[in-house]
């Protein structure tokens, strides 16, 4: 089971508390919103009415960090319980997750740590996707994740890997155009050849927000900046190759006014709404 394409992406942000007045009762608003499922539990007072107001306005899509998909050892069942319970609330047209493994040792690790990516590694990947559809049955897309290291002796890159997922079980790519970003330059790698070396149709969802810089120079997925122009050009590019159904902003911190939010949509917007498709 696949996401579908479409001609012309939905494009929001991921829903903070910090934007909730303003999404309930601003007259101009995004076309979709990224739920969280580790903060939208049902359970927590308020969630199921906020849930259904959202709903009632805006697309909604899921999003979670903590599947470890990459994982021989599956995360705690009361765990993949509440993804259940939170997809049933929302009812998201897509639900996403990581290329990644934060469970091992029975221990959150509390991290997005990379896959060895080769052949063995495809299979656990394969198989826990299998297990997940069946659990939320709904599409999963799988994103591509800021690699603070990759682990030596892997047969593939993470471009590679997802690749050979989509065209294994169909799981849809979710691109974070500045996971990409970052992980080339601190790797001296061209961002648009990881862009262009993934399967047009496999890309589904894209996510973007501008990068920090740590003390030494590297560049940090920190979640808290504008987008900056290198991302922009970025974005661009992979708007000409791919026609993802939605694209999100995924803002965590140092949170700009709604209309200011609201203006990075718009421009994310005119970008993806550009005709021409690459070959």
Known sequence: MSAPVATTPLVGFAYRRAYRAALHDAERGPDVL????????????????????LRERYALV??????????????????????ARFVELVQPRVYSDHFAVTYAGGRDLGHLTPIWYGEQALEVVVRNLTAARRLLGVPICLEIIAEPFALPGAQWDQARFAAEVWRGCGCGIHLDVTNVFINARNSGQCPRAFVAALPAEAVQMIHAVGFGRYEHGELADTHDEDIQ??????????????????AVIERDGNFPPYASLLAEVDRMRSLAARPEVAP
């Open 34 to 53: 990224e739920l969280m499922a580790e903060t939208f539990d049902p359970r927590l007072p308020g969630r199921v009415d906020d849930v259904r107001a």
């Open 62 to 83: 899921g999003h979670s960090v903590g599947l470890s998909i990459g994982s021989v050892e599956r995360p705690p069942q009361a765990y993949l319980d509440g993804l």
């Open 229 to 246: 122009q290198e991302l922009w050009d970025l974005l661009a590019y992979t708007f000409t190759r791919v026609r993802p159904a939605t």
